[in-house]
């Protein structure tokens, strides 16, 4: 599961759309949750570490941010260069629901 729209598959539409709402405890909750059902240093725990990382900052939680930022990048830097150009870096976009499945 390398590629980008089965990674963005990982977002829980349930934290896109709190994201949505502005409930900015919930969405990290849930995407702590959806990270910690994958072992560390997979790439989707990579995916979804630096989600939370972008929306700790979002929330003006830099510190935890930055630090979960720095561990995602970490190993996605790891990737082949295939594999980097596929997935790319995950942004604040991938918690737009318009681009999540809804399964």
């Known amino acids: ?7 963005r598959r990982l977002v829980p539409c349930a934290a896109a759309q709190a994201f949505a709402d502005g409930d900015d405890r919930l969405t990290a909750t849930l995407l702590q949750r959806a ?4 072992p560390p240093g ?9 989600l939370l990382g972008l929306a700790f900052i979002h929330v003006q939680r830099e510190v935890e941010g930055t630090f979960a930022l720095e561990r995602a990048d970490a190993l ?3 990737l082949t260069d295939e594999q980097r150009l596929d997935v790319g870096r995950p942004d604040l976009d991938w918690l737009d629901l318009d ?4 399964d």
Do not use: K
């Not at 681009?99 to 809804?102: A, K, P, R, S, Y």
């Open 99 to 102: 681009g999540l499945d809804e």
């Open 42 to 50: 997979t790439l989707a725990w990579a995916v979804l570490e630096r």
């Open 1 to 7: 599961m390398t590629d980008r729209a089965s990674l």
């Open 35 to 38: 990270r910690d059902a994958h």
């Open 76 to 78: 996605l830097d790891t």
